[in-house]
């Protein structure tokens, strides 16, 4: 599925911070459960380890996980998230995209 665009609206408003908008975002990308309650096969953000070690901690801005957030602005740059105060991301954010760590080369600080 890497590269596949998938249409999910975030409502930024309904966060405070970088933290909660990436705890969100794992949240929606783990594997769904199977009718008898068991877990499928993993996602790539799992075998990425994403929340793995501590369900509260956003694996995705912290450079542990193969994948990492970035947002592209109004500008039409693809930029790291967290680079930018939270108030300014949520007023310059077009949209959001997880990606392979080694694809975003250039982008911010690992």
């Known amino acids: 599925m890497d590269g596949v665009p998938i249409g999910r609206k975030v409502d930024l408003n309904a966060h405070d911070s970088y933290e909660t908008l990436a705890l969100a975002l794992e949240d929606m990308f783990q594997r769904p459960n199977n009718a008898n309650g068991q877990s499928g096969s993993q996602t790539p953000m ?3 380890h994403v929340g793995a070690n501590d369900p509260k901690h956003p694996r995705l801005l912290d450079s542990s ?3 990492v957030l970035t947002y592209e602005d109004k ?3 693809w930029m790291l998230v967290g680079d930018v105060p939270w108030r300014m991301f949520v007023n310059t954010v077009k949209r959001l995209r997880i990606m392979k760590t080694s694809d975003a080369n250039g982008l911010g600080k690992f």
Request: charged share 55%.
């Open 65 to 67: 996980s193969d994948f």
């Open 46 to 48: 799992e075998r990425g």
């Open 75 to 77: 500008e039409g740059d």
